[in-house]
């Protein structure tokens, strides 16, 4: 993957723990009502339940714990932002792990808030730049709590797409926080500055190969919501269909993002 042009850009540790409680505990409210026949539902996650989906927020948080529990790496060799194309080769694994916490905790909420306990204990007893093996190389521990946040607004969609009425909110900074990493995600896979992506009001990047925008209205702009920009950066959405459902505007000869997206694949 070619490195980016720009600076990464900065993400607050401080509002990142608090952005991730948040949206944390916004799904335990959300799931603690559901009831069993909730819980049985079919997901868009393939295979999952709902109760396995539940069981799979817990494992965003979980990781951490994980992690920290394995050798420090000696040197940092991963970058935030490859973080996104490096999951995939999880997936199977994390399939298998959901399953088994699923059918080992059939009080889910009290999964979760010891979750959250050991969570806040590991945050609280380990420094920032203490250094993860991640699936996208070694990553200090600040910077993986900011993809903490795309996995829990992502799962949150799942949720909410999954069980009618449930609409679990997002927590503002969590929502800006994963919008703006797959943003600059997609200017690292497709680096260049003659298409704009507008995601308002979190991200504007420059992306794609070509003659370079410099002042004035772009000639090649993409502008979408946030959620939507999500669902298309990990395949919850296609391209075509949301063109097709006017969810994302795109003009200009380069503003085809279909070959690029998704980023989680």
Same mark, same amino acid.
């Given at each position: 993957?070619?490195?980016?042009?720009?600076?990464?850009?900065?993400?607050?540790?401080?509002?990142?723990?608090?952005?991730?409680?948040?949206?944390?505990?916004?799904?335990?409210?959300?799931?603690?009502?559901?009831?069993?026949?909730?819980?049985?539902?079919?997901?868009?996650?393939?295979?999952?339940?709902?109760? !396995? =989906? /539940?069981? #799979?927020?817990?494992?965003?948080?979980? @990781? %951490?714990?994980? $992690?920290?529990?394995?050798?420090?790496?000696?040197?940092?060799?991963?970058?935030?932002?490859?973080?996104?194309?490096?999951?995939?080769?999880?997936?199977?694994?994390?399939?298998?792990?959901?399953?088994?916490?699923?059918?080992?905790?059939?009080?889910?909420?009290?999964?979760?808030?010891?979750?959250?306990?050991?969570?806040?204990?590991?945050?609280?007893?380990?420094?920032?730049?203490?250094?993860?093996?991640?699936?996208?190389?070694?990553?200090?521990?600040?910077?993986?709590?900011?993809?903490?946040?795309? !996995? =829990? /607004?992502? #799962?949150?969609?799942?949720?909410?797409? @999954? %069980?009618?009425? $449930?609409?679990?909110?997002?927590?503002?900074?969590?929502?800006?926080?994963?919008?703006?990493?797959?943003?600059?995600?997609?200017?690292?896979?497709?680096?260049?500055?003659?298409?704009?992506?507008?995601?308002?009001?979190?991200?504007?990047?420059?992306?794609?190969?070509?003659?370079?925008?410099?002042?004035?209205?772009?000639?090649?702009?993409?502008?979408?919501?946030?959620?939507?920009?999500?669902?298309?950066?990990?395949?919850?959405?296609?391209?075509?269909?949301?063109?097709?459902?006017?969810?994302?505007?795109?003009?200009?000869?380069?503003?085809?993002?279909?070959?690029?997206?998704?980023?989680?694949?």
């Amino acid at each position: 993957m070619p490195p980016a042009r720009k600076r990464p850009r900065a993400y607050d540790p401080a509002r990142t723990r608090a952005a991730v409680l948040a949206q944390f505990g916004n799904v335990r409210s959300a799931v603690r009502g559901l009831t069993p026949e909730q819980l049985a539902l079919p997901t868009r996650l393939g295979e999952w339940s709902v109760r !396995e =989906l /539940v069981a #799979h927020v817990g494992m965003a948080l979980t @990781a %951490v714990d994980r $992690l920290l529990g394995e050798p420090e790496p000696v040197r940092q060799d991963g970058r935030l932002l490859y973080w996104p194309f490096a999951i995939a080769a999880d997936a199977d694994a994390i399939a298998g792990t959901a399953r088994r916490l699923a059918a080992e905790h059939p009080d889910l909420d009290a999964h979760l808030a010891e979750v959250e306990r050991r969570f806040i204990e590991r945050l609280d007893t380990h420094s920032g730049s203490r250094l993860l093996p991640t699936s996208a190389g070694a990553l200090p521990l600040a910077d993986y709590v900011v993809t903490r946040t795309v !996995e =829990l /607004v992502v #799962h949150t969609d799942d949720l909410n797409a @999954a %069980v009618p009425g $449930l609409d679990i909110p997002y927590d503002r900074q969590a929502l800006a926080a994963a919008t703006r990493l797959l943003a600059d995600a997609l200017a690292v896979k497709a680096p260049g500055g003659s298409t704009e992506v507008r995601i308002p009001p979190y991200a504007v990047v420059q992306c794609v190969e070509g003659p370079r925008h410099t002042r004035g209205t772009p000639p090649n702009v993409v502008e979408t919501e946030p959620l939507t920009w999500i669902r298309l950066a990990t395949g919850r959405l296609t391209w075509k269909d949301a063109l097709d459902a006017a969810k994302v505007s795109a003009s200009g000869e380069r503003a085809d993002l279909g070959a690029l997206l998704p980023l989680l694949s």
